[in-house]
């Protein structure tokens, strides 16, 4: 029975970032559950699954979860630094790090605005952001389809869903990815001095923004949210203000790294771009593809809330445990040949969103978002040749900062 030992996972490695699959490969025939470190500010260290079957039981498994507080005493972790609070004091009421019931309440208030028919009525309004997005872009020449397009457009979709003013987008924008950076295990203590002063200033940004909506009648999720709140049925004020900041986090970052990792992943199959522009492909199998082959989410973090053997691994109550999502959209058990993307792969078993009880609740509108997106993009470019990138240093997301697309 493994316990800990010798990390034999490291994620920060420079190789790991740049294309992590032939690791992945690697420790699934070797090490299905592995011992990762990282220098990250908190994190001693986690063990990481990475076979589809194992991440699939893991996530499904109630005996990990969430909230460490409910396992261990308040005394047994360090006191949060005053400067820190704002961060952590926001992220504690986000559903995603939440555990039963209170999950299931908070996911029951997004629930109608993330339905099929839901999305699929604001179709048209996605539509014509995605359009006016497009219109932004040059006619010929080089583009950046990360910094000009997809995360402009993402936030844009994402605000107009809250019902955030248009002027403000940018602004939000840059809170955003500071707090994100502080997120992630590629954090330092300025990363999150930082994300923590973001905080405070986004989280009173939506206090004005609940206020105004208190006064309306509109239908956007911040009047969900609100009128949830004055029913008295399901959110106080605290949860209200983290929902609505965690629908902003939630329906940005994977939607625009999607839309990266996408048209570099098409950039480098031009046969296949050509056959999903021809008509040979739709969109759904398109997208569906693009995100199995190179999944926005990589690892999905769970806390073992008892002493549990999982796998033949001793894992102790307390310990951390990566479920490497993108490693499982790689599992040759599951998706033959898989390290070829294949737009005419019928398989939607993909992890990208998840699974379990923290499946992605706007999945839906993600799903349209993007067959949206690649549908318009391919009308506009007939060929993509890629002349320059930057990823995004993180390990619990994938995807770039900058896309540079030459066309014309």
């Known amino acids: 029975m493994n316990q800990v030992g010798r990390a034999v996972f490291r994620p920060l490695d420079p190789e790991i970032r740049e294309d992590p ?6 420790l699934r025939r070797e090490h299905p ?8 500010s908190g994190y001693l260290g986690f063990w990481f699954a990475s076979r589809y079957d194992d991440v699939v039981a893991g996530l499904k498994d109630n005996r990990f979860g969430r909230e460490l507080m409910k396992v261990f005493p308040a005394d047994a972790f360090p006191p949060i630094p005053e400067q820190h609070k704002p961060l952590y004091g926001m992220i504690a009421n986000w559903m995603l790090f939440k555990d039963p019931p209170d999950h299931a309440r908070l996911r029951r208030i997004a629930a109608p605005v993330f339905t099929l028919r839901a999305v699929t009525g604001i179709r048209p309004r996605l539509e014509a952001l995605v359009a006016a997005a497009l219109d932004r872009l040059p006619a010929a020449g080089s583009v950046d389809i990360v910094s000009d397009f997809s995360s402009p457009l993402s936030i844009d979709i994402v605000s107009d869903l809250l019902g955030v ?35 405070a200033e986004l989280i009173e ?108 691994t001793r894992i102790r ?65 007939p060929t993509l040749t890629v002349v320059g990138h930057e990823r995004q240093e993180s390990i619990l997301v994938r995807g770039l900062t900058k896309l540079f697309l030459e066309f014309g």
């Not at 040759?332 to 993909?350: G, I, K, M």
Request: net charge negative.
């Open 21 to 26: 699959y032939p690791i992945y490969a690697r």
């Open 33 to 40: 559950v592995a011992w990762a470190t990282t220098p990250a």
């Open 165 to 199: 003013p248009e002027r403000d987008h940018k602004l939000i924008r840059g809170w955003v990815r500071e707090i994100t950076l502080g997120l992630d295990l590629v954090r330092t203590p300025e990363r999150i001095l930082a994300a923590s002063a973001r905080a």
């Open 205 to 312: 940004y939506f206090r004005a923004l609940v206020a105004a909506h208190r006064r309306g009648t509109g239908d956007t999720l911040m009047d969900l949210l609100v009128r949830a709140r004055q029913n008295g049925e399901y959110l106080d004020d605290h949860e209200l203000l983290a929902s609505a900041v965690f629908f902003l986090f939630a329906g940005h970052e994977a939607s625009s790294l999607l839309i990266g990792n996408g048209m570099m992943a098409l950039a480098s199959h031009p046969e296949q771009y050509a056959a999903f522009r021809a008509g040979a492909v739709p969109a759904k199998a398109l997208v569906s593809e693009l995100m199995r082959y190179d999944s926005p989410q990589q690892i999905a973090f769970r806390h073992a809330l008892e002493d549990i053997e999982f796998r033949g």
């Open 317 to 381: 109550k307390g310990q951390t445990v990566g479920f490497g999502l993108g490693a499982a959209n790689r599992d040759p058990e599951v998706f033959p040949d898989p390290d070829r993307l294949d737009l005419a792969r019928d398989d939607s078993r993909h992890l990208a969103f998840g699974i379990g009880i923290h499946t992605c609740a706007g999945s839906n509108l993600a799903n349209l978002e993007a067959e949206i997106v690649f549908t318009e993009l391919a009308k506009r470019l």
